[in-house]
């Protein structure tokens, strides 16, 4: 999958996307090291400063709204331009993103829609917004993170990129391991039972006996049972939903 940001903060992702499951997932070497056939890592990040396709002499991108009122809004044409240049990047059909507080709300039934596409261009808007008349031309899928205000799609871009990076085939460690966790299918939708490690008893507080069993079709139902209790006093409402 190649991802595109187009963004007026690129260093914002350089620690983010540096580091950890989402370096890893980017790494070339690592992905060379066990490939069976394709040597491709599983994600490719481009990063793509706004700025880059400012007309103005200055490099501004941003005009104060027209009717008045606070901030600044981002013009159009350096958006369009940005887009329709890193399009033509790559051959494969991008899926526009435009984060916003607007949009759908993320959830893990959206997150596997847009991990299954081969590419995602996800624009990261500042500022006061972005001027409608771009949005309507590139028609982007408007995505929301939550039901509240941050200072720009930075943040929610790189959730959002998060999200979708560790569904890859070869990124996780072990390739199952998202498929039983919270709201995954392989859990039905359920929240994750709780996780217990050594030692076995910690300030008079003991591991439930099952885990230490070894019995492990006794622990599979446990776990279940207790995923269901977790979800019936936590988010009842996702029980109803499967219903
Ligand atoms: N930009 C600012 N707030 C946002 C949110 N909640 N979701 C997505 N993009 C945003």
Redesign the pocket.
């Known amino acids: 999958m190649r991802i595109d940001v187009l963004t007026l903060f690129p260093d914002m992702f350089t620690s983010v996307l540096g580091c950890s499951i989402l370096k890893r997932a980017a790494d070339p070497e690592l992905h060379q090291a066990k490939a069976q056939g394709s040597c491709d890592p599983p994600v490719s990040y481009h990063l793509t400063d706004i700025r880059d396709f400012a007309n103005d002499k200055h490099n501004k991108v941003d005009k104060p709204p027209y009717g008045g009122g606070p901030g600044m809004v981002i013009q159009c044409q350096p958006v369009y331009d940005a887009v329709i240049n890193t399009e033509a990047l790559d051959p494969r059909p991008a899926t526009r993103i435009l984060?916003?507080?607007q949009?759908r709300t993320l959830d893990q039934k959206l997150v596997q829609e847009l991990a299954a596409m081969p590419r995602l261009l996800i624009i990261a808007?500042h500022y006061e917004g972005i001027d409608e008349r771009v949005i309507e031309k590139l028609d982007p899928m408007e995505?929301?993170?939550?039901d509240?205000?941050?200072s720009?799609?930075e943040l929610?871009a790189m959730i959002l990129i998060d999200s979708v990076v560790r569904l890859q085939a070869g990124v996780l460690g072990d390739e199952t391991s998202a498929d039983f966790e919270s709201f995954s299918p392989g859990a039905e939708g359920l929240l994750d039972c709780a996780h217990y490690t050594r030692p076995s008893e910690w300030m008079d507080m003991k591991v439930p006996d099952i885990l230490l069993s070894g019995n492990h079709g006794k622990i599979d139902t446990w776990r279940h049972e207790q995923s269901r209790k977790r979800t019936q006093l936590r988010r009842p409402d996702l029980l109803k939903e499967s219903e």
């Open positions: 984060m916003t507080p949009g808007g995505i929301s993170i939550g509240y205000v941050l720009g799609g929610p």
